[in-house]
């Protein structure tokens, strides 16, 4: 069945860094645009950043840009996301996603079961 | 804050009709960017609930719906059901690049 597992997650100091990973199963990967989405606790959703399915266009929120870097493996069907200089505020419940089309017009209609990144001394 | 305006709660009893407002800009809902929506429920991860405005995929019962006028959008849930308790998200796409949330509307079923 469609599948999206995520890893990665831990407890990290502030300034350290961490790399997250996300594997895909039960469909085409790399057809599909992939984002991440961050949930602080008891908080709401947060857009971090998206590929397209070649990898060619990303894009990142201003929270993130210049410390975090998205990318994928295509013939492993895995999306990851390298996270440096991480804050505080960074600390969150991370989430793969799976677009059903464009960005620019189809949600995410496929959703990994989270990741938790806490940022603390 | 939230690009993307949402009341932070709504109710109703069971059988009533709700609506969940979602307020954005000419940059965003209001650029023609497409609105979708997301139910989470407790200790879960988001479920797409309508995609491009007004559309639902296979599974979500057609209780619920969504709309678009100009700068904002809205969910409607018919029927309430003590499981529609949860938190709902609307999410578009803005100009600037970004993908933009709603803040999240808790919804209590009375």
């Known amino acids: ?121 | 804050q939230s690009v993307l305006t949402q009341p932070p709660s709504v109710s109703g009893a069971p059988g009533q009709r709700v609506t969940i407002s979602c307020s954005g800009s000419s940059s965003s809902i209001g650029a023609g960017y497409g609105v979708n929506w997301y139910q989470q429920l407790p200790g879960t991860a988001p479920k797409l609930l309508i995609f491009g405005d007004s559309n639902r995929p296979s599974g979500v019962p057609d209780r619920f719906s969504g709309s678009k006028s100009g700068t904002s959008a809205s969910l409607a849930i018919t029927g309430l059901q003590a499981e529609d308790e949860a938190d709902y998200y609307c999410q578009s796409y803005d100009s600037s690049l970004s993908v933009v949330f709603g803040g999240g509307t808790k919804l209590t079923v009375l």
């Open chain 1, 1 to 121: 069945q469609v599948q999206l597992v995520e890893s990665g997650g831990g407890l990290v100091k502030p300034g350290g860094s961490l790399r997250l990973s996300c594997a895909a199963s039960g469909f085409t990967f790399s057809d599909y645009y992939m984002s991440w989405i961050r949930q602080t606790p008891g908080k709401g959703l947060e857009w971090v950043s998206h590929i397209s399915g070649s990898g060619s266009s990303i894009n990142y929120a201003d929270s993130v840009k210049g410390r975090f870097t998205i990318s994928r493996d295509n013939a492993k069907n895995s999306l990851y996301l390298q996270m440096n200089s991480l804050r505080a505020e960074d600390t969150a419940v991370y989430y793969c996603a799976s677009y059903s089309g464009s960005p620019h017009w189809d949600g995410m209609d496929v959703w990994g079961q989270g990741t938790t990144v806490t940022v603390s001394s």
